[in-house]
């Protein structure tokens, strides 16, 4: 099943709503605040549209599947130490190196020795082949 994407009105109202971070055509970013309150809500007995209705969405808009998920989500969440902060900033791009035990660095060099090593027998080999052909075709 396809992601409803969001109509410009839609996302000017959805970026309007005091609980909304921000709302591009394909996702919605909610606040720690919304997640919160969400969270209360849905111990206390509430239905998660009836939370998304309370606090301002329209839930037409949104559909079911996006309210299962977030209440799924928001559910997870609540449970990691960290709790609704967002973490994405702190685990993207590359690992850092600096970090690394002397004996953690010299077993990383380790593994892309024998990687580089494993390609220079590979590119042997291709070349190998190569001249094999081009002998071939001379003599024919």
Known sequence: MALKHFTLEQIKEL?????????????????EEFKELFITEYRSGM???EIFRKYGFDTTV?????????????KQQI????????????NSG??????????????RLKQQNE???QENDFLKR???????????QRKG
């Open 115 to 117: 990687i580089l090593r």
């Open 15 to 31: 970026n309007g709503n005091p609980y909304v971070k921000n709302a591009t055509e394909k996702y919605i970013n909610y606040t």
């Open 126 to 136: 291709v070349r190998y082949i190569n001249r094999k052909q081009i002998s071939k």
């Open 79 to 90: 449970e990691r130490p960290e709790g609704f902060e967002d973490q994405r900033k702190y």
């Open 47 to 49: 239905m998660p549209s």
């Open 94 to 107: 590359r690992p850092s190196t600096k970090d690394l035990t002397p004996e953690e660095i010299i077993e």
């Open 62 to 74: 949104l559909g079911k599947k996006r309210i299962t998920s977030f209440c799924m989500r928001v």
